[in-house]
């Protein structure tokens, strides 16, 4: 376990239920975890085990039913919808299955929409910066429907990384991609922990993908079962069987 001010999210008891009654599902069961600053943490686990839960509530987008969550340094359970609002805008960062790009907007505009929800005037260093990163410099005037999924999909990356997140959170990011793109995606996130100590957490259900992170952990059941360090491929393969993922 690290100690509180080396993690960028802690889960305290985290446990969070849908529902009410006989049809309460119960998604996260008492989870306490800390994720490391400038870590790259993957979350695998069988379909429904809790794993997009688990990301919503450690990035501030839904509310625990119970337990706390500390993310860059506050406490989220304090705060009032527009001040946890302002915090997801300004030190977090996301990555989606389906980009979630707007598509009548230009790669630029796409990528300095937080600056704009923000109300706050887009930093042109930055932007430049991060356009360069991923790789999209001389994809600024174009609209999402002109660019290939992963360039898309790096679009996102680009506004997940422009207000300098605390935390980058990725829910299945590569899920959409083929094999050789999703590659390249995951790269570039393993590059912006190695290059810039950016705070990456995913959720995948790809053992390849999970392998680019410094640590796996594995939920079954809304509980984190397990984890695994400098993981390989075929270990975390091995240990998903065994989670049921694959039954
Ligand atoms: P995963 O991402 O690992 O597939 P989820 O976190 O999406 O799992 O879901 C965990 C459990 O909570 C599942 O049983 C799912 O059906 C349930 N669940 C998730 N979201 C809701 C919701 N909004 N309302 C009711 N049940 C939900
Ligand atoms: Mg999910």
Redesign the pocket.
Same mark, same amino acid.
């Given at each position: 376990m690290t100690e509180a001010g080396t993690e960028a999210v802690t889960l305290n008891a985290v446990s969070k239920v849908?529902?009410k009654g006989s049809s309460a599902?119960a998604?996260l069961r008492e989870v306490s975890i800390g994720l490391p600053k400038g870590g790259f943490t993957a979350v695998m @686990?069988? +379909?429904?085990? @809790?794993? +997009?839960?688990?990301l919503h509530c450690a990035a501030g987008l839904d509310r625990p039913t119970s337990g706390s969550v500390r993310l860059a340094g506050t406490e989220l359970a304090g705060l009032k919808e527009d001040k946890l609002t302002e915090l997801r805008r300004q030190r977090v960062g996301f990555v989606f299955q389906a980009f979630n790009l707007v598509p009548s907007l230009t790669v630029e505009q796409n990528v300095t929409l937080p600056f704009r929800l923000a109300r706050t005037r887009a930093d042109r260093a930055r932007l430049a910066e991060v356009l360069a990163r991923v790789g999209l410099a001389d994809r600024a005037a174009h609209r999402p429907a002109q660019l290939s999924g992963g360039q898309q999909q790096r679009v996102a990356i680009a506004r997940a990384l422009v207000t300098g997140p605390e935390v980058v959170f990725a829910d299945e990011p590569t899920g959409a991609l083929d094999t050789m793109t999703a590659r390249d995606v995951l790269r570039l996130l393993r590059e912006t922990v190695d290059d810039l100590g950016q705070t990456v957490v995913m959720?995948t259900h790809d053992p390849v993908a999970a392998s680019y992170a410094d640590t796996v952990l594995f939920?079954a059941d809304?509980r984190i079962a397990d984890s695994l360090t400098a993981p390989d491929a075929g270990t975390v393969a091995e240990r998903m069987t065994t989670l049921g993922a694959y039954a």
């Open positions: 849908y529902g599902v998604a @686990g069988p +379909s429904g085990s @809790g794993k +997009s839960t688990f959720v939920l809304g």
